[in-house]
């Protein structure tokens, strides 16, 4: 056994690169070491070497850092940190980047779906790892990184959970495990959608979080009005069709209603003209106003605007269950508190309700793992748990992203272990850690879980990361304001400066998405596709 690791290479992508490399992979030995967990898991191609600290001091090479999640944050980040200074390996389950304020646009044919992803390639990253981070060894200093092997290649929307009977299936699906080893780690893998724990949510509601998600609204919507076309559909079955339900009065739900009615106004009225009759589009949200970000002036301005388009807004509504409607193929049935035994038929419902923290920093949360020195070596007897926010449960860090620990208390405290026990409240540094965008919590802050907020919070961190003056300067957020589309060519901006409504606060909202977008090809994609949309319609094809 000690010879194969011997061969073992350090880098998983450069396995194969010595003739002892092959020998070793062709002997039976290190078949077994590569099976286990029922021959379902690749054993880590890193057993047995050196940390990735000790290497770096020794040989002089660059550090290595590796960036969890390739969203807002992880993106960011790597797109900023210096490469002549820094190795960049990036571990994500998408191989882009999706520039989410105009996914909406996406669902209804306003926009194709490769104007808003970047492929996580053209940063020329020393290497991308495409799968899911497992889990983390922080005394090692290596990630536990599950490939993502599927035929999708997106980042789920929601935890990936089965039945207990179906277990040996989950296993079956479960890819290939390996371990990569770090010198900084960047933490960014964002959030989930919330549910709730809602009946029925997670099987039939579609979520809008990814170009994925997108692209399966985009299809059911206009699958809604080929059935409700057909001769043998009942005004009834119609009804319930095309009735299309936003759960979330936030701006995701809110663009998106807006975006669906300019699809049905400006182009399937004229395809479907018997149909138009039947549509309804009706957002509900539990909060007694949507937006609740922005001021009432501004949230009552776009509920007008609702109402003039014919846009249900129903607020303090409390939604209990989903379930398939037994008597309309291809419908549901929507159970809210407010109605009783009542339900609520509609075609398809449009899940945009808040954020759920990430399985990996759930486990993370609850591991206990050594305490570790400034120096990142393991001091004997001591132990430590990461510090979770009460609120998000996101991982807290501290001014300058780094991420914070408690040490764990004795069982049964001496007199002056208690006065320890007192003091290990305060955090602790973990060293060469750091943790931004939506799975962080900045001690002390309670910053909104936005796009500006992870983008910032990497460039910073990859800034000072860059000039090596890390403890110099924390972190200080700068809101830029928030904008949502109301549809019809208006809009809603407020900020500290101003505040904007209609076709003013439009054009601000095109023109700041648009200089926002990252590559100069997106910066010409996404115009030009709004142009033919405006000259030519959306395109309403199902493939």
Known sequence: MGSIMKATCLIPTRLLTTPNCLQALNSSALRKVWSVDRGLRMAS???????????????????????????????????????????????????????????????????????????????????YLQGWADDIDFARKVVRVEANTSGDLAARTTPHLLPRHAAHEAEAEKGPVFEVP?????IAVGAYAQTFGIEGVKEHANFLRNVGDARKVRMKILQCFEKASLPITTDAERRKLLHFAVVGGGPTGIEFAAELHDLVRDDLRDTYPDLAGFVKITVYDVAPKVLPMFDQKLAQYAMDTFKRERIDVKTEHHLTRIRPDDDCAGCLKLKFKEYGDEEVGAGIVVWSTGLMQNPLIQK??????????????????????LQNDDKTGG???????????????????????????????????????????????????????????????????????????LDTKPFSFR?????????????????????????????????????????????????????????????????
């Open 364 to 385: 993370l949360g609850s591991a206990v793992v050594e305490q570790l020195s400034a120096t990142g070596d393991a001091i004997s007897g001591a132990t430590m748990q």
């Open 395 to 469: 991982l807290v860090t501290d001014g300058h992203l780094r991420v914070t620990t408690i040490r764990q208390a004795p069982k049964k405290p001496t007199g002056s272990e208690k006065q320890q026990q007192q003091e290990k409240k305060e955090a602790s540094i973990l060293p060469d850690v750091f943790s931004i965008g939506d799975c962080a919590v900045v001690a002390g802050k309670r910053y909104p879980a936005t796009a500006q907020v992870a983008s910032q919070q990497a460039t910073y961190l990859a800034k000072r990361l860059n000039k090596g003056d």
């Open 182 to 186: 770090y010198d900084k780690l960047v």
């Open 45 to 127: 191609t890193v057993t047995g070497t050196p940390s990735a600290a000790t290497d770096t001091k020794s040989s002089g090479r660059k550090e290595r850092v590796v960036i969890l999640g390739s969203g807002w944050a992880g993106y960011a980040f790597a797109r900023t940190l210096d490469p002549r200074k820094y190795e960049r390996i990036m571990v994500s389950p998408r191989s882009y980047f999706v520039f989410t304020p105009l996914v909406a646009g996406t669902a209804v044919g306003t926009l194709e779906f490769r104007a808003v992803i970047e492929s996580v390639r053209k940063l020329h990253l020393d290497h």
């Open 479 to 543: 809101n830029w304001g928030v904008m949502t589309y109301l549809g019809n060519w208006r809009a809603i901006h407020q900020s500290s400066a101003d505040e904007l409504t209609g076709r003013a606060a439009w054009f601000l909202w095109r023109t700041a998405y648009l200089t926002k977008s990252m590559s100069i090809r997106n910066k010409i994609m996404v115009p030009v596709y709004w142009f033919m949309s405006w000259l030519f319609g959306r395109d309403i094809s199902r493939f």
